[in-house]
T-cell receptor, first 115, second 114 residues
Framework: DTEVTQTPKHLVMGMTNKKSLKCEQH?????MYWYKQKAKKPPELMFV???????INESVPSRFSPECPNSSLLNLHLHALQPEDSALYLC??????????????FGPGTRLTVT | DAKTTQPTSMDCAEGRAANLPCNHS???????VYWYRQIHSQGPQYIIH???NNETNEMASLIITEDRKSSTLILPHATLRDTAVYYC???????????????FGKGTLLTVNP
C-alpha cells in the first residue's frame, strides 16, 4: 500500500473558523510533510515531522498549527486564516532514514478556500 | 541543494518517446537527481531517481551524463495520461535535519498530443 489519504478533499471556511486537515499513511513511514501549493506554482514545504517530532518549520504563520498524534497520522489545524491562504494543501510521507533515495509519497491534497 | 534548469514546456506526440532535459551544473557528488510529476490538480508523483548510473523502472528511464551536470527523463511511449508538470530535483540523500526538504522548481509542462 503506497497510498497517502487526505481529508477533506475540499474545504471552504470563513476567516473566523477553526478547521483541521487530516492525513494518513500506512506505509510505516516515520517522516511526514505538509506542503502548500498556490495556483500555477510549485509546492512549497511548510512542515516536516520526523519520528512524530517537528523537524522543520519553514517560518509558517502560527495560524497554521501542525500535529502528529502518531506515526500514521498528521493533522494541520487552521485558525483565523486569510483569503490568501487559499491553496492546495498536500501531505506527503517518506522513510525517515535517507538511504539511497527516500522518495516522498504524496496525497491528493485538500483544496482550501478561505472566504 | 543544487539549482536545476528545465524548459518551461514541451510537446510530444502520443506513442512517441518524450525526452525531458534538466540541467544541474552545480550538482555535488553526494546529490541525487529525482524526478516527480504532477498531473493537474493531483499530488506530485515520484517517478525515478539516480546518482551516477542510468536508471530504468516501469515508468521511465533516467539518463545522467558522465559529468552529472545534466540528465534526461525518458518516457518511452507517451500517452495522453502523461500530460503533467515534470519536476527535476537534486538533493542529498543522507539523514538529518534540513535534508528532508524537497525543493520544487517550476518544472516542465509536458503536453502529449493525440
Amino acid at each position: 500500500d503506497t497510498e497517502v489519504t487526505q481529508t477533506p478533499k475540499h474545504l471552504v471556511m470563513g476567516m473566523t473558523n477553526k478547521k483541521s486537515l487530516k492525513c494518513e499513511q500506512h506505509m510505516g513511514h516515520r517522516a511526514m510533510y505538509w506542503y502548500k501549493q498556490k495556483a500555477k506554482k510549485p509546492p512549497e514545504l511548510m512542515f516536516v515531522y520526523s519520528y512524530e517530532k517537528l523537524s522543520i518549520n519553514e517560518s509558517v504563520p502560527s495560524r497554521f498549527s501542525p500535529e502528529c498524534p502518531n506515526s500514521s497520522l498528521l493533522n494541520l489545524h487552521l485558525h483565523a486564516l486569510q483569503p490568501e491562504d487559499s491553496a492546495l494543501y498536500l501531505c506527503a510521507s517518506s522513510q525517515a532514514r535517507l538511504v539511497r533515495g527516500n522518495e516522498q509519497y504524496f496525497g491528493p491534497g485538500t483544496r482550501l478556500t478561505v472566504t | 541543494d543544487a539549482k536545476t534548469t528545465q524548459p518551461t514546456s514541451m510537446d510530444c506526440a502520443e506513442g512517441r518517446a518524450a525526452n525531458l532535459p534538466c540541467n544541474h551544473s552545480t550538482i555535488s557528488g553526494n546529490e541525487y537527481v529525482y524526478w516527480y510529476r504532477q498531473i493537474h490538480s493531483q499530488g506530485p508523483q515520484y517517478i525515478i531517481h539516480g546518482l551516477k548510473n542510468n536508471e530504468t523502472n516501469e515508468m521511465a528511464s533516467l539518463i545522467i551524463t558522465e559529468d552529472r551536470k545534466s540528465s534526461t527523463l525518458i518516457l518511452p511511449h507517451a500517452t495522453l495520461r502523461d500530460t503533467a508538470v515534470y519536476y527535476c530535483i537534486v538533493r542529498v540523500a543522507y539523514s538529518g535535519g534540513s535534508n528532508y526538504k524537497l525543493t520544487f522548481g517550476k518544472g516542465t509542462l509536458l503536453t502529449v498530443n493525440p
